[in-house]
């Protein structure tokens, strides 16, 4: 595809671009995302490994990225979060998934710091993702945020916690140790 050239984009000229165009829509405009790092494709790896593993033979599934979100019906939003899990799998079509997912993993670079941590932060919230969390793998930790009365209650976790529960998906635990090593 060649460089966009338009201030607003549908969710319709979203879902006609080829597979291979890494790109977001936020409200219609167009946020074309970035080439993962190593390490970034290392952290996503342990995660979707780990929660793989979990829910292995559950009613929940978990889907590494790109895998479209369109959280709300009316609005030209896309997202293509790093990790997503889903246990209500009518929200999954052939192409994307339509409605909120329960957990959203978003693995932050510093390309991606302020979307990931102000405005997917709010989009999530609005739409009741009801666990997201935001990945740091250069410094280790992450800020988990669980939804309550519609407002997330954050925790950060780091390398020194060893661990980090899964507040939505009883007895998972993310062994911090494994996700953050650099062998």
């Known amino acids: 595809?060649?460089?966009?050239?338009?201030?607003y984009?549908?969710?319709?000229?979203?879902?006609?671009?080829d597979e291979d165009v890494r790109a977001e829509l936020y409200?219609?405009?167009?946020?074309?995302?970035a080439q993962p790092t190593p390490r970034h494709q290392g952290v996503l790896s342990e995660m979707h490994g780990q929660l793989w593993q979990f829910l292995k033979g559950k009613p929940c599934r978990v889907f590494p990225a790109p895998l479209g979100v369109k959280l709300f019906e009316d609005e030209d939003t896309v997202f293509e979060?790093?990790?997503v899990v889903i246990c209500d799998n009518s929200k999954l079509d052939d192409k994307i998934c339509r409605?909120?997912?329960?957990?959203?993993?978003?693995?932050?670079?510093p390309s991606t710091a302020r979307m990931d941590l102000k405005y997917k932060y709010r989009k999530y919230e609005q739409a009741g993702v009801r666990e997201y969390w935001v990945v740091d793998p250069e410094a280790n930790y992450v800020q988990a945020g669980v939804l309550h009365d519609g407002k997330y209650i954050t925790r950060?976790?780091?390398?020194?916690?060893?661990?980090?529960?899964?507040a939505i998906l009883e007895e998972c635990i993310i062994n911090l140790a494994d996700v953050f090593n650099e062998e």
């Open 1 to 7: 595809m060649e460089q966009p050239k338009k201030e």
């Open 9 to 17: 984009y549908t969710f319709n000229e979203y879902m006609s671009w």
């Open 27 to 33: 409200e219609g405009f167009l946020i074309m995302l």
């Open 81 to 83: 979060p790093d990790i």
């Open 99 to 109: 409605g909120a997912p329960d957990m959203v993993i978003e693995i932050r670079s």
């Open 156 to 166: 950060i976790y780091d390398v020194e916690d060893e661990t980090a529960p899964v």
